[in-house]
């Protein structure tokens, strides 16, 4: 994993006004040749965003972010390019408390979970009073991206995930092939 991340932007919560802040960002060109390698794509030709940060207390950030993103992946099926537009809402927080919420574990620990109402999720860590909106936005966008994209109108003909899709002659159960095979023995 790099040490740097392909799409970085750092959000100083330490300056961050009671009343919050906008912030439009738009990842240039070599950023998005990053980005699509990292994510296995031919090409991430656009990943454009508009957030708003606000403080929700002394120790708690809220991130607001709408991203737009195009970009092209090869259909699992026919290997031909396919593109792809998607535009995504998410919400995070951050917390320069985290080290309470964890106690050195990787899951948050029981106490937390069970006062927890106002987060479905645990926050996440704010660094020096700092969090990386890009990064945010380049791991909402890994969760959005199709992890078997398929062409309109491919078949894999003979194959299929689903019972009932394949034909009677190819559909024999390897419990019933082992069921001859002790008959031979």
């Known amino acids: 994993m790099n040490a740097e991340p392909e799409f970085s932007f750092l959000v100083n919560c330490n300056k961050l006004q009671d009343t919050g802040k906008n912030f439009e960002i738009e990842a240039n060109d070599q950023q998005c040749k990053a980005l699509a390698k990292r994510f296995d794509l031919i090409s991430l030709d656009r990943l454009k965003l508009k957030a708003f940060v606000s403080r929700q207390s002394a120790e708690v950030v809220r991130l607001q972010c709408n991203f737009c993103a195009c970009y092209v992946q090869k259909c699992v099926v026919s290997l031909k390019p396919l593109k792809k537009n998607i535009e995504c809402k998410f919400e995070r927080i951050y917390s320069s408390k985290i080290a309470d919420i964890f106690d050195d574990e990787s899951e948050p620990q029981e106490e937390y979970i069970q006062k ?34 398929r062409c309109v109108n491919v078949d894999f003909d003979g194959f299929s995930s689903s019972p009932g899709e394949q034909s009677n002659e190819n559909n024999v159960s390897p419990f019933a092939i082992l069921e001859q095979l002790k008959k031979k023995l």
Do not use: K, M, R, W
């Open 116 to 149: 927890s109402v106002d987060f479905q999720d645990p926050p996440d860590p704010l660094t020096d009073g700092c969090f990386n909106l890009g990064e945010s936005v380049a791991e909402q966008l890994s969760l959005e991206i199709d992890p078997f994209p």
